[in-house]
């Protein structure tokens, strides 16, 4: 049976660390021209029913860097795209290819997909979740902090994928995350709840960004409208009049925290120009492990 990476909460703390120090060892190896083809001659369809720059460019050259072909298939360029059936588009896939990643709408089309699938199907983000992402945000906080545990985390903005996603590991690994949430804009209610109950106490929602953002580690903020809520653009950019991550903000944080975007970013909306070119953000060493963070989940999957 194939092991899927869909959502965190399918890993423990010890095996997701296991695959951030992996990432570790493979960054290192990389910078030093060591090679590490642990997917030599394997080849892992890449599917993306939305628009993507890093997950497609990351997950392609991390393929290629370990020994392995990555193909880049757009729904809308195959057979995906004029519907046929996840469930059939999963079992051709799994005949050709050692693994899968797969970028899309619903949660359930990528469960859907592993149900079908005889190799390894990991989430390139869904309306859900966005586990790569968090997998790399928190290889950026351990190389910045030297660890993730006795940290203070925010979340402002959203309660969007990223989001859910950061109240899942933060579940899993045990730490503090403060999130700041319009009213009406609040993360997942079951994620919510399966988080709580894993870790009474570590996770609070507040709808003051002031208050989760108050002497915080770690700031992560996040576009307003998803992709897929475009429509919704003016009606939120109202919703989330505050909500800002600017100057003023950061400064309520520690002196060392860091800012954490996944990007892409909208300059004047959901973070300022001057907090995202400024000396807390790390957001371009954040990009960059999502190439060495991914390598590490492939290469912990794919056989
Ligand atoms: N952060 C992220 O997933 O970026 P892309 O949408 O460019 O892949
Ligand atoms: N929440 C954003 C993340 C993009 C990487 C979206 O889903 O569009």
Same mark, same amino acid.
């Given at each position: 049976?194939?092991?899927?990476?869909? =959502?965190?909460?399918?890993?423990?703390?010890?095996?997701?660390?296991? @695959?951030? %120090?992996?990432?570790?060892?493979?960054?290192?190896?990389?910078?030093?021209?060591?090679?590490?083809?642990?997917?030599?001659?394997?080849?892992?369809?890449?599917?993306?029913?939305?628009?993507? %720059?890093?997950?497609?460019?990351?997950?392609?050259?991390?393929?290629?860097?370990?020994?392995?072909?990555?193909?880049?298939?757009?729904?809308?360029?195959?057979? @995906?795209?004029?519907?046929?059936?996840?469930?059939?588009?999963?079992?051709?896939?799994?005949?050709?290819?050692?693994?899968?990643?797969?970028?899309?709408?619903?949660?359930?089309?990528?469960?859907?997909?592993?149900?079908?699938?005889?190799?390894?199907?990991?989430?390139?983000? %869904?309306?859900?979740?966005?586990?790569?992402?968090?997998?790399?945000?928190?290889?950026?906080?351990?190389?910045?902090?030297?660890?993730?545990?006795?940290?203070?985390?925010?979340?402002?903005?959203?309660?969007?994928?990223?989001?859910?996603?950061?109240?899942?590991?933060?579940?899993?690994?045990?730490?503090?995350?403060?999130?700041?949430?319009?009213?009406?804009?609040?993360?997942?209610? =079951?994620?919510?709840?399966?988080?709580?109950?894993?870790?009474?106490?570590?996770?609070?929602?507040?709808?003051?960004?002031?208050?989760?953002?108050?002497?915080?580690?770690?700031?992560?903020?996040?576009?307003?409208?998803?992709?897929?809520?475009?429509?919704?653009?003016?009606?939120?950019?109202?919703?989330?009049?505050?909500?800002?991550?600017?100057?003023?903000?950061?400064?309520? =944080?520690?002196?060392?925290?860091?800012?954490?975007?996944?990007?892409?970013?909208?300059?004047?909306?959901?973070?300022?120009?001057?907090?995202?070119?400024?000396?807390?953000?790390?957001?371009?060493?954040?990009?960059?492990?999502?190439?060495?963070?991914?390598?590490?989940? @492939?290469? %912990?999957?794919?056989?």
């Amino acid at each position: 049976m194939a092991r899927h990476f869909l =959502a965190l909460h399918d890993f423990s703390e010890i095996e997701l660390y296991g @695959m951030l %120090t992996l990432a570790r060892e493979l960054k290192e190896k990389q910078k030093q021209g060591v090679p590490h083809k642990l997917l030599d001659g394997k080849t892992v369809a890449l599917i993306f029913e939305k628009a993507s %720059t890093r997950t497609r460019v990351s997950f392609e050259v991390g393929v290629f860097q370990l020994g392995g072909h990555g193909l880049f298939i757009s729904s809308a360029n195959s057979q @995906m795209g004029r519907g046929e059936p996840i469930k059939d588009t999963a079992r051709v896939m799994a005949r050709y290819c050692d693994g899968v990643m797969i970028r899309t709408f619903g949660q359930e089309i990528v469960d859907e997909f592993a149900r079908y699938s005889d190799v390894p199907v990991i989430n390139g983000l %869904t309306d859900m979740f966005h586990p790569c992402q968090i997998m790399a945000d928190l290889m950026t906080v351990i190389e910045q902090k030297r660890t993730y545990e006795g940290l203070v985390y925010a979340w402002v903005g959203d309660g969007n994928n990223m989001a859910n996603t950061w109240i899942e590991a933060a579940a899993i690994f045990g730490f503090e995350l403060r999130l700041a949430c319009p009213k009406g804009y609040e993360p997942d209610a =079951a994620v919510m709840a399966w988080a709580m109950a894993k870790a009474p106490g570590k996770i609070t929602l507040t709808s003051d960004p002031k208050v989760a953002v108050a002497g915080a580690d770690v700031i992560n903020t996040d576009v307003w409208a998803s992709m897929g809520q475009e429509a919704e653009q003016k009606i939120r950019e109202q919703a989330f009049a505050g909500y800002c991550l600017d100057d003023a903000l950061v400064s309520l =944080a520690k002196p060392d925290c860091i800012v954490l975007h996944c990007l892409p970013a909208h300059r004047g909306e959901e973070i300022s120009d001057s907090v995202i070119e400024g000396k807390h953000s790390v957001v371009w060493d954040e990009a960059e492990n999502r190439l060495h963070v991914q390598k590490a989940i @492939m290469a %912990t999957l794919i056989k």
